[in-house]
C-alpha cells in the first residue's frame, strides 16, 4: 500500500472496524438462530409451558412457527 493511499484511508479504519465488527455479530447472532441444539433447547422451553399453563396451544403454535421461519430464513455466507 502506498504512501498516499495510506494518507487516505487511514482516518477510515475505525468506521472499517466498526463494520467488521456488525458482520461477525451478525455472523454469530445466525449461527446461534440455527444452532441445532439451541433450536432444540427453545422448544423444548416452550413445550415446558405448555404443559405447565403458562402458555395456550395457540401461543404454543405461533412460537414454534416463529422458531421454524428464523432458522429457514436466508444464510448469508
Do not use: K, N, Y
Not at 441444539?37 to 422451553?45: D, H, I, W
Amino acid at each position: 500500500m502506498g504512501l498516499i493511499s495510506l494518507l487516505f484511508t487511514w482516518p477510515l479504519a475505525p468506521i472499517h472496524g466498526v463494520i467488521r465488527l456488525g458482520e461477525l455479530i451478525q455472523q454469530q447472532v445466525e449461527h446461534e438462530l440455527r444452532d441445532p441444539a439451541a433450536v432444540r433447547r427453545r422448544l423444548e422451553a416452550i413445550e415446558e409451558a405448555r404443559r405447565s399453563g403458562q402458555i395456550s396451544e395457540e401461543e404454543e403454535a405461533q412460537a414454534v412457527e416463529e422458531i421454524l421461519r428464523l432458522m429457514s430464513g436466508p444464510r448469508r455466507g
